[in-house]
């Protein structure tokens, strides 16, 4: 994390600019995991909305309880694994491609990239 220092109203403030990994700032150990899990729970949450399903109808089509089905569309997705998130946007009528990268300039780091999209009625 990079620290500036900014002037605000004559005020010297330091400035804290993240990586744009939240969970990754905050020392979370799987911040990959952590952020990939909570994307997948966001594009859940859109397809239910966007389908116009309640969490009860969303829940019987993905094959989960109603209240999983709540806590994946409120982004909790502590104990729900990736590849549930995987199933359930599949079974809603989404594919799910992931790419894997290491990352450019030889760094070990691996670089996850997916894309969700509609399938084709």
């Avoid at 004559?10 to 400035?15: H, Y």
């Avoid at 990994?21 to 859109?46: S, W």
């Amino acid at each position: 994390m990079n620290i500036h220092t900014v002037e605000v109203d004559g005020e010297q403030i330091e400035v804290h600019v993240g990586s744009g990994n939240v969970f990754e700032d905050l020392g979370i150990e799987d911040a990959e995991e952590m952020t990939l899990k909570a994307d997948l729970a966001e594009r859940v949450a859109r397809a239910v909305r966007s389908r116009g399903l309640t969490q009860k109808r969303a829940a019987e089509l993905a094959g989960l309880k109603q209240s999983d089905m709540s806590n994946i569309v409120n982004g909790r997705v502590d104990g729900i694994s990736i590849e549930r998130l995987f199933s359930v946007l599949n079974r809603l009528g989404y594919s799910v491609r992931v790419q894997v990268d290491d990352e450019p300039g030889g760094n070990a780091r691996t670089v996850f990239k997916w894309e969700v999209e509609a399938v084709a009625a």
